[in-house]
Nanobody
Framework: QVQLVESGGGLVQDGGYLRLSCRAS????????MGWYRQAPGKQRELVAR???????EYLDSVKGRFTISRDNAKNLAYLEMNSLKPEDTAVYYC???????????????WGPGTQVTVSS
């Protein structure tokens, strides 16, 4: 079994800072790309940031320069540092990872349960 769990969400004021963490655990053989997605009420889920196992990154245009994605491959961890938060960043943030288990011979897509980020104006 593989578990993907996020932490670090919460309530902050406009202009504030939060750091989200995501840990993959269980029967993990290797972790490929990891990503952060978000979904606000009434809106579709969107990719916020993604990082490959080699460290290449991509970002949603509206968060470029404010958010930074990073990872610790040895610990199967991914982080999302969020600076200058805005009310429009309010959403449930989900971690996603491409994981190969000890049993499978290929990567599959796993998701965490999500963590709420609320930015007050």
């Amino acid at each position: 079994q593989v578990q993907l769990v996020e932490s670090g969400g919460g309530l902050v004021q406009d202009g504030g800072y939060l750091r989200l963490s995501c840990r993959a655990s269980g029967t993990v053989f290797s972790v490929g790309a990891m990503g952060w997605y978000r979904q606000a009420p009434g809106k579709q889920r969107e990719l916020v940031a993604r990082i490959t196992s080699g460290g290449d990154t991509e970002y949603l245009d509206s968060v470029k320069g404010r958010f930074t994605i990073s990872r610790d491959n040895a610990k199967n961890l991914a982080y999302l540092e969020m600076n200058s938060l805005k009310p429009e960043d309010t959403a449930v943030y989900y971690c996603e990872a491409d994981i190969k288990t000890f049993r499978s011979g290929f990567e599959s897509d796993y998701w965490g349960p999500g963590t709420q980020v609320t930015v007050s104006s």
